[in-house]
């Protein structure tokens, strides 16, 4: 099908200003333009056809900074344009942007998941002081739930795929509070470009915290 060069010149020009706006809003500028021309009244839809195809990082730290970056531009996205209350968008749009966004808080749930046992292990403290029907009640609806969601859109994934991303989502908690924190309290916050070529070095510094509580469990295991 083709179009009348008006027509198209008029999207071009269209799109390159919302792209140009999300870049000054945000450094997780394709999320943001994307929400913006579906607020505009665009649709997206699946197109069955390789047209680009892009480097994936290739390094822990460059995979980390590359994490770190979008996650601070989601959170950007949410204090200056919450999805919630944009115009244009169609309930669904909301709730799947909002969900995005987020889902970079889960760093904080995980702190407190992994410092529970830890807490027991060097105190006796027990988190949970019931193990009866209100335990029942309040827990397993919600943990059928979340595995019935999570196998619904992990159907067809290997299992052990499924598992690695579970970890590595765990793994992440410092990352994630670390992008919360910096957005939160007004840190400057520059676009770094991920490196495109296998970065060397020793990154023991960048997962301390994971290594931390590793040692942790492995002392009272012990």
Not at 6 to 26: A, G, M, P, V
Not at 43 to 62: Q, R, V
Not at 69 to 78: H, S
Request: net charge positive; hydrophobic share 45%.
């Amino acid at each position: 099908m083709l179009l009348p060069e008006n027509f198209s010149r008029k999207c071009t020009e269209f799109c390159s200003e919302i792209k140009y706006e999300s870049y000054n809003n945000s450094i997780t500028e394709d999320m943001n333009t994307a929400m913006r021309l579906h607020g505009a009244g665009w649709k997206s839809i699946y197109h069955n056809e390789l047209l680009a195809e892009g480097l994936a990082p290739d390094d822990l730290s460059s995979t980390l900074k590359q994490r770190l970056r979008w996650a601070q531009g989601t959170i950007q996205v949410l204090l200056r344009e919450n999805p919630l209350t944009k115009i244009g968008l169609t309930f669904w749009q909301r709730l799947q942007y909002f969900k995005t966004m987020y889902s970079y808080f889960s760093g904080f749930a995980t702190l407190i998941f992994i410092a529970c046992p830890i807490i027991y292990f060097f105190t006796d403290i027990i988190p949970v002081k019931t193990y009866g029907p209100d335990f029942a009640l309040h827990f397993f609806p919600a943990f059928i739930i979340n595995r019935l969601t999570f196998l619904a859109a992990t159907w067809g994934i290997p299992a052990r795929e499924v598992w690695r991303s579970e970890q590595y989502a765990i793994a992440l908690f410092p990352l994630l509070i670390q992008a919360v924190l910096s957005v939160f309290t007004g840190q400057k916050i520059n676009f770094q470009v991920t490196p495109k070529q296998r970065q060397s070095g020793i990154y023991f510094r960048l997962v301390w915290p994971q290594l931390l509580v590793f040692s942790l469990f492995a002392h009272k295991l012990d």
